[in-house]
Nanobody
Framework: QVQLVESGGGLVQAGGSPILSCPASGRTNSRYTMGWFRHAPGKEREFVAAISWSGGLTSYGDSVKGRFTISRDNAKNTVSMQMNSLKPEDTAVYYC??????????????WGQGTQVTVSS
């Protein structure tokens, strides 16, 4: 089992640049791909970003490409995401996820509880 706990969410002004973090605990010896997804009311769960264990492979959703940057620190079992130029439409619950395979689809094996990011205009 892998436990994921997101942090860094909250209320941010449009154009802001918060950082989300997601440390993993439990069985973290495997080389997991880590991903970020988000869900806003009335919308489908949306892929945001993913990063391979080595960090050599990353992928971003079209709506955040060029604004968000995913990274990881395997020594700390932590994946992070720098969010830049936030827009009100970025408002959502952001979820951290882990899987043994690199994926951009919402079929990850492990999920965090989510952290609310609210962008005010």
């Amino acid at each position: 089992q892998v436990q994921l706990v997101e942090s860094g969410g909250g209320l941010v002004q449009a154009g802001g640049s918060p950082i989300l973090s997601c440390p993993a605990s439990g069985r973290t010896n495997s080389r997991y791909t880590m991903g970020w997804f988000r869900h806003a009311p009335g919308k489908e769960r949306e892929f945001v970003a993913a990063i391979s264990w080595s960090g050599g492979l990353t992928s971003y959703g079209d709506s955040v490409k060029g604004r968000f940057t995913i990274s990881r620190d395997n020594a700390k079992n932590t994946v992070s995401m720098q969010m830049n130029s936030l827009k009100p439409e970025d408002t959502a619950v952001y979820y951290c996820a882990a899987d043994l395979q690199f994926k951009t689809t919402p079929f990850y094996d492990y999920w965090g509880q989510g952290t609310q990011v609210t962008v005010s205009s």
